[in-house]
Structure formats: structure tokens, C-alpha cells
């Protein structure tokens, strides 16, 4: 499955963006979706996951404040990030993973100004 990443921007701390991924086919059998992120300098981290019978998980930096959520019927993973803050700033990627097969998308810059 190809994944399309989109969402990113600048924004100022304290501020929100919506991301998006969206896959070329259905994902209803995608077991698991998730975002990473990766700072300039830093190792890439899991973000948040979200399983095909819609369980989320969040990284404790992030609980409160994002929130993953699937559209089935568009086909589309949603990372929505409220309260942001200087540190959130990285290239974030979509992944998917079914039937052992792993599928990632291009990145999408998040800059928050402080």
C-alpha cells in the first residue's frame, strides 16, 4: 500500500495541526497504522498507533494532547495535535503494517515556533 503524508506546516507553540495519511487502497485489513517522528539529530519515535479495530495508543509526550483516528470509507489515518510545543518540531511519517508487510510514506515537516 502507498501511503501520502500531508498536514504539516509552521505554527506557533500552543497551536494545532491536523495531519493526514492517506493510503492508494483500502485499509480495513491494515492491522496496525501509526505515525512516527523524527527530530533534526534525533533517532525517529513512535508516536502513536492505531489498530484496524480502532484501539489508539499515544506516547506518553504526546497523550492529552494528539489523538490518531481512522476513516475507513476515505481510506485515511489522522494525527490530530493540539497544545503544541517547540519539542513536537520534526518530519512526521505515516506507517502500515499487514500481514507482516510494512509500508512507509514521505514525511511531512511540523515546525512550532516558540
Known amino acids: 500500500v502507498q501511503l501520502q503524508a500531508s498536514g504539516g506546516g509552521l505554527v506557533q507553540a500552543g497551536g494545532s495541526l491536523r495531519l493526514s495519511c492517506a493510503a492508494s487502497?483500502?485499509?480495513?485489513?491494515?492491522?496496525?497504522m501509526a505515525w512516527y517522528r523524527q527530530a533534526p539529530g534525533k533517532q525517529r519515535e513512535l508516536v502513536a498507533t492505531?489498530?484496524?479495530?480502532?484501539?489508539?495508543n499515544h506516547v506518553d509526550s504526546v497523550k492529552g494532547r494528539f489523538t490518531i483516528s481512522r476513516d475507513n470509507a476515505k481510506n485515511t489515518v489522522y494525527l490530530q495535535m493540539n497544545s503544541l510545543k517547540p519539542e513536537d518540531t520534526a518530519v512526521y511519517s505515516c506507517?502500515?503494517?499487514?500481514?507482516?508487510?510494512?509500508?512507509w510514506g514521505q514525511g511531512t515537516q511540523v515546525t512550532v515556533s516558540s
Open positions: 492505531i489498530t484496524s479495530g480502532g484501539k489508539a
Open positions: 506507517y502500515a503494517t499487514r500481514n507482516g508487510v510494512d509500508s
Open positions: 487502497e483500502s485499509i480495513f485489513s491494515i492491522n496496525v
